[in-house]
């Protein structure tokens, strides 16, 4: 492919890079100078409105895949395409109707501590923690898989070295943003990021209708006609999906996936500690249906105009996987190649883009150092969590404890001898050691990140983050769900659930056609697959909850109906909500 900016193009392109790198650090250090306390580094100090926590959580939401990987896929594929949006959006009901409230009602900082409020904390935590490393993993490559894409595209080249020296500068970015700046700057960054990506969709879409006169019929046809020899085919069922009964059973499990994910990504969970109360949490998850509901819409018209202007084949032709079908657009809506137009609004797309990457690798790096910090490190390694400040306050003051149950025998000052040494007589950690094991995780996650993702360049960032779906919502939802609503569910029962659902989806995923077998796998020069699916959700899934509904059942530990009840008031009053 022939560059697409050069000279004084090039350099803006590059400008509008480093603009939008330098005001994110400016934000991090900004925030990173004020308060690093444990409430503040995991929850930004719970001080966002609802309005701001629906941007964040948009920001979150909307990432790579969704700007980049499911345009890309809408234009390639037509209908089977739109289905990956369809699935991403309708995700946001069970959220606000399942978790939102109650999460935030019965947590403080990640999943486990929901869970540990009814069951044993060690082994849970060291459930939920591993769980939610390894979905904030996958999701992680599929952002820094489409930086490399895009800045490759930008700089005109191909060649796999410019993709990967980009997927390690994006990686030593999202360190900086966590270890400096934590909650408060990275959903500040999220908050211009949403602001930033919503507005650029707006204007491409008024462009593409502009060019068909608004007339959609239109632009499905000529959308059907450059999609490279499918015609009507594009804008029916079954083009990706439904050539076989193996493809429609994939398509069968990546929606299971990415409706039931959602409610189970950690990063998303984590938003909704940023608010002070479980009707802030309810309200924030409206605006991100509105700002998400709006945005998947679009990125329709912008599928089909990638494919009715650009081309299937040209897009096929810059990425194989049509990571870049958003930015192919916007060079031809301002002119074409060469035209002064067409490269300023390239480079103001792909900015965007970049942005939205790194918004979005921020936020889960910090629920994955969260969850290693504050659930493996210490909560199952060391002992238990630290108290905030906050809480302690609350507590001299003679406010009802929000651990109580954890927490046998606490004292007014909530500095009991069993606090002191936690429940297994391991001396608690303290908000300065947890603070300082998040940000050494931060830099080892992001490392481990950025290795796994050199590997993983050839795969669609939609395609990669349905993955990460799955894993959620095979060990995160099916835990969450019982605990909540399951008065019977057992500390056995949990951690069953978490490794029934998390190990079969990744054995499946490594037998499976992503990694061997096909021309786009991780290794196409071996087979070694013998798992059809390319997505694991039909079977983990059903297995994640299996697990846990059995071993509950043949547990020998009966549940705690106290703490189950205080679980049950704390999730649906508030009463005792940190």
């Known amino acids: 492919m022939a560059p697409l900016t050069t000279g004084q193009h090039h350099g803006l392109a590059v400008a509008l890079f480093a603009v939008v790198v330098l005001v994110t650090l400016a934000i991090t250090f900004w925030v990173g100078r004020r308060g690093q306390a444990a409430e503040e580094f995991y929850a930004g100090g719970r001080g966002f409105s609802p309005l701001q926590n629906g941007f964040a959580l948009s920001g979150d939401y909307l990432s790579a895949a969704s700007f980049l990987g499911v345009t890309g896929l809408i234009a390639l594929y037509g209908y089977d395409g739109v289905l990956y949006s369809i699935g991403f959006l309708v995700a946001w009901l069970v959220v606000l109707m399942l978790v939102a409230e109650l999460v935030r009602n019965s947590g403080r900082y990640t999943l486990a501590d929901v869970l540990a409020v009814r069951l044993r904390q060690r082994p849970v935590r060291a459930a939920t923690g591993s769980a939610s490393v390894v979905v904030s993993l996958l999701y992680l490559i599929a952002q820094m898989v489409g930086a490399g894409s895009l800045v490759a595209l930008l700089l005109g080249t191909t060649s796999g070295q410019a993709k990967s020296w980009t997927i390690v500068g994006v990686g030593t970015l999202m360190i900086i943003y966590v270890t400096i700046g934590g909650m408060k700057a990275t959903t500040w960054i999220q908050i211009v990021k949403a602001f930033l990506l919503v507005a650029g969709a707006v204007l491409l879409t008024v462009l593409v209708l502009a060019r068909f006169h608004g007339d959609l019929a239109q632009l499905m046809r000529a959308a059907a006609h450059g999609s490279g020899g499918a015609g009507q085919a594009y804008l029916q069922p079954g083009l990706k999906y439904g050539a076989s009964t193996t493809s429609r059973l994939d398509f069968f499990s990546l929606g299971l996936a990415l409706v039931l994910g959602t409610a189970g990504l950690p990063h998303i969970l984590s938003r909704f500690y940023t608010v002070p109360t479980a009707r802030a949490a309810r309200r924030s998850t409206m605006w991100a249906i509105g700002l998400i ?123 009991s001898a069993w606090r002191r040494t936690g429940e297994d007589g391991v001396r608690e950690v303290t908000e300065g050691q947890e603070v300082g094991a998040a940000r050494i995780a931060a830099v080892a996650i992001g490392a481990l990140a950025i290795v796994l993702s050199l590997f993983a360049q050839k795969l669609n960032v939609a395609f990669l983050v349905g993955l990460a779906f799955a894993v959620a919502a095979s060990a995160n939802l099916p835990t969450l769900l019982y605990s909540l609503f399951w008065r019977r569910f057992t500390t056995r029962g949990a951690i069953w659930s978490v490794y029934g659902g998390l190990v079969p989806a990744v054995v499946l995923v490594a037998f499976s056609p992503v990694v061997s077998g096909s021309p786009s796998a991780l290794f196409p020069g071996v087979d070694f697959h013998w798992f059809p699916l390319e997505n694991p959700g039909l079977v983990s899934i059903p297995l994640g909850f299996l697990a846990g509904w059995i071993c509950t059942l043949i547990s020998r530990e009966a549940a705690d109906p106290d703490r189950y009840a205080e679980l049950e008031v704390r999730s649906l009053t508030g009463a005792g909500a940190v």
């Open 293 to 415: 509901g709006g945005f998947y819409l679009m990125a329709i018209v912008l599928g089909l105009g990638a494919a009715a202007l650009v081309g299937a084949k040209a897009v096929r032709a810059a990425n194989p996987a049509g990571n870049t079908a958003v930015p192919l657009l916007a060079l031809d809506l301002g002119g074409g190649a060469g035209s002064t137009g067409g490269v300023v609004l390239f480079a103001v797309i792909s900015a965007i883009a970049f942005a939205t990457i790194l918004a979005v690798v921020a936020g889960l790096t910090l629920a994955s150092s969260a969850a290693f910090a504050h659930d493996l490190y210490a909560g199952a390694w060391r002992g238990l969590p630290a108290l905030s400040r906050r809480t302690r306050r609350r507590r001299k003051r003679g406010a009802t404890s929000d651990e109580g149950a954890q927490e046998p025998g606490a004292s007014a000052s909530g500095r």
